[in-house]
Nanobody
Framework: QVQLVESGGGLVQAGGSLRLSCAAS????????VGWFRQAPGKERDFVAG????????YYADSVKGRFTISGNNAKNTVYLQMNSLKFEDTAVYYC???????????????????WGQGTQVTVSS
């Protein structure tokens, strides 16, 4: 079973940048689909970005396209979320999630990911 640990969250002013990391242990990301989700207080957990390790590509929510970039480092078994031009509404707890399956699935739905990290808080001040 894979263990996921997020890091890199913090407090940043609007317009600033942060890079989140999701490190895996117990299993490599080499056959996984990995997603970043976020949850603001009182709101549902929403899809932010996803990457398919087999090379099928990366995907983004409309709200973060052009500002966020998801990438992976095979050697470090880590997925990153580079967040630029941060807005107040990006404030949330950010989670990474993994799914190991060769079948296609709806990558924006959180219930399709069995493995989750504990989350990291991102706070953007206006």
């Amino acid at each position: 079973q894979v263990q996921l640990v997020e890091s890199g969250g913090g407090l940043v002013q609007a317009g600033g940048s942060l890079r989140l990391s999701c490190a895996a242990s117990g299993r490599t990301f080499s056959s996984a689909s990995v997603g970043w989700f976020r949850q603001a207080p009182g709101k549902e957990r929403d899809f932010v970005a996803g990457i398919n390790w087999s090379g099928a590509g990366s995907y983004y929510a409309d709200s973060v396209k052009g500002r966020f970039t998801i990438s992976g480092n095979n050697a470090k078994n880590t997925v990153y979320l580079q967040m630029n031009s941060l807005k107040f509404e990006d404030t949330a707890v950010y989670y990474c999630a993994a799914r190991y399956s060769s079948t296609s699935f709806q990558y924006t739905r959180s219930e399709n990911y069995p493995d989750w990290g504990q989350g990291t808080q991102v706070t953007v001040s206006s």
